[in-house]
């Protein structure tokens, strides 16, 4: 018998507004990292942000895969009697909401796509990212948790965190520390990016509203962006000076704009913008 992911989750406004906001984290990170989120845009929305399977108090199986994920996510709105959502997802949360707007484009209203990508193209490089993946997930089992995220929050991908200040810097590994190694390891291998598949060539048939949000430091997801904005009917890419893979931590006020803006349409940073 197949068990689907039972997602933990917060959510923040009325459960009768007009639209659900659901939002989805990134790899060790869980739905905290929207908190400070939360009052802005549950204004005049509902909001809903889980915790990833693997992370926080979601639990995961060793046989998930991202379409059973993408599954588990429409029976739970389902449960949620939430016909269709805006969908916000930072980095592997991007990749699953790109994957849950591509196979359940009916419950997806408009995507917000923060420093992600549609997969790799090849099979080669799939292999080869499960490869590493497998390296990583090996040394969470092998050095534990803490010598894991000492080695992770030093990665390129993360240089320009260096400069945020002390205390959120402080934030964010304690937000990394408040995992169980198991579940990052579950993660790596059933979710990672060498997992998944390629979505580049369905992104012509996603007819949805996409907003691409990605930051001038983070050259290799810039890239990426510029050519899923080519590939998608209604896209609009975001670049975001001074800021790295991590917009919405780096550059907090101004990723708050632009969901206000573009994700919510809300009427006061419209006519701001005017």
């Not at 997930?137 to 320009?160: C, H, K, S, V, Y």
């Not at 991590?246 to 907090?252: G, K």
Request: proline content about 3%; some cysteine; charged content about 25%.
């Amino acid at each position: 018998m197949l068990v689907m992911p039972k997602f933990h989750y917060i959510e923040s406004g009325s459960a009768n507004a007009s639209d659900t906001l659901l939002l989805f984290h990134g790899f060790t990170g869980t739905h905290q990292t929207w908190l400070s989120f939360l009052e802005s845009w549950s204004e005049k929305h509902h909001v809903i942000a889980v915790d990833m399977p693997g992370h926080g108090q979601t639990a995961i199986q060793d046989d998930l895969t991202m379409d059973r994920f993408t599954d588990a996510v429409a029976e739970f709105l389902n449960q949620q009697n939430i016909a269709d959502v805006k969908l916000l997802g930072y980095s592997m949360g991007g990749r699953a909401a790109l994957a849950f707007a591509c196979r359940y484009p009916d419950r997806v209203s408009e995507v917000l796509l923060e420093s992600a990508s549609p997969g790799l193209r090849s099979e080669e490089e799939r292999l080869a990212r499960q490869m590493q993946d497998e390296r990583l997930a090996r040394r969470l089992e092998t050095d534990g948790l803490m010598q894991f995220i000492d080695f992770w929050e030093n990665i390129p991908l993360f240089d320009t965190q260096k400069n945020l200040p002390e205390f959120i810097q402080q934030i964010i590994r304690e937000e990394r520390l408040s995992q169980q190694a198991n579940g990052l390891a579950s993660s790596l291998r059933t979710m990672g990016t060498g997992k998944q598949d390629s979505y580049w060539d369905k992104l012509s048939n996603l007819d949805k509203p996409v907003i691409l949000v990605a930051g001038s430091m983070d050259h290799k997801f810039v890239g990426i962006n510029q050519e899923m904005e080519k590939r998608l009917p209604a896209a609009e890419l975001h670049i975001v000076a001074t800021a790295g893979h991590c917009v919405h931590v780096e550059q907090p006020r101004i990723f708050d704009k632009i969901v206000r803006r573009y994700l919510l349409h809300n009427e006061a940073d419209i006519l701001e913008e005017s």
